[in-house]
């Protein structure tokens, strides 16, 4: 008999530009006791030294442990917790596995849209936060990991274009577990 | 003999106002591997179940395991640390005490101005963000801490009326040190 988990860790995942900040705040407040971990700001804590994450395996893994110890901390004090960052399959199982002995429930969810759709929102936000061509790098290398499909959700897809429906999506359908 | 730290770990203190953040940032610039770490922003994650700090020793602590961890991480991988938080000398000292299996040096800076010019400048903040009362009762909380004068720095005084004369006076002068 599986033990029911005590918190469930929800990452939201997707190339830049699909909505993962958007979903994973208003995600963050429909539970009692919830932490929102922003990867890109974890990121940014880094200043000098700092090099790209998608250049430098060093970059990543620093990132990752500062996600895994934050998220490690905040169940502990009886939080679900939402991890907004682009994870990829290896990384979400990597956290998956390094939360085996605090019995929660890891939730993992790309989102998905057209590469069109990306550009266009890419284009919209301010210069200095365009990430351009990669943003359509980004979902072909969703592609090559191997990622199965059960994880994805198309918010482009006409029954999922209400935010709202993409959170109940998300809480309610036990296909996204990964553990 | 000392070991020679090989990272140092600089708490940025005082009361709201007293410009931790302006001055933890550009110190966080001058370093070639650094980390710049808001205690505001950390506490902020917490979304729901949150509570005032000031008024929860358990969300106190919380907040503290979270700024610990990210701090050893950082350290891990190679970076002199920023701390930049509203940080009673206890907490400095535990945070310390911590670190000690990690060859870091810890310095501890109290930012210092008089009152009315802390309100002056709370007044300037969006209303949202404002602090009212709570910054003149943080000074006086910092008076009743104990604090050892040695850590404190005067930014009303005429001789570090710049940012690069406090960068400069945190960087070189041995007597911030804690441990």
């Keep these: 008999m599986s033990k029911i988990a005590a918190h469930k860790v929800y990452i939201i995942s997707g190339p830049a530009g699909v909505g993962k900040s958007t979903t994973s705040k208003e995600l963050a407040k429909t539970f009692k006791n919830s932490a929102y ?11 000098n030294g700092r090099k790209k994450p998608w250049e430098s395996s060093e970059e990543m893994s620093l990132i990752w442990d500062n996600i895994l ?24 199982e ?14 993992y969810v790309v989102l998905w849209t057209d ?17 351009g061509e990669r943003c359509v ?3 072909d290398e ?10 994805i959700i198309d918010t ?10 993409v959170i109940n999506e998300i809480i309610n359908n036990p296909k996204y577990k990964l553990n």
């Design 37 to 47: 971990i922003s990867g890109d700001y974890i990121s940014h804590m880094h200043i």
């Design 69 to 92: 110890s934050l998220t490690k901390n905040f169940i502990k004090y009886g939080n679900d917790v939402i991890v907004d960052y682009v994870t990829f399959p290896k990384e979400a």
């Design 94 to 107: 990597w956290i998956s596995e390094n939360l085996k002995s605090l019995n929660v429930e890891v939730i």
């Design 115 to 131: 590469k069109k759709t990306l550009l266009t929102r890419d284009n919209m936000r301010l210069p200095s936060a365009r990430m």
């Design 137 to 139: 790098i980004l979902v």
């Design 142 to 151: 969703f592609i090559e990991t191997g990622l199965n499909e059960k994880h």
């Design 156 to 165: 482009g897809n006409t029954s999922l274009d209400d935010i709202l429906d």
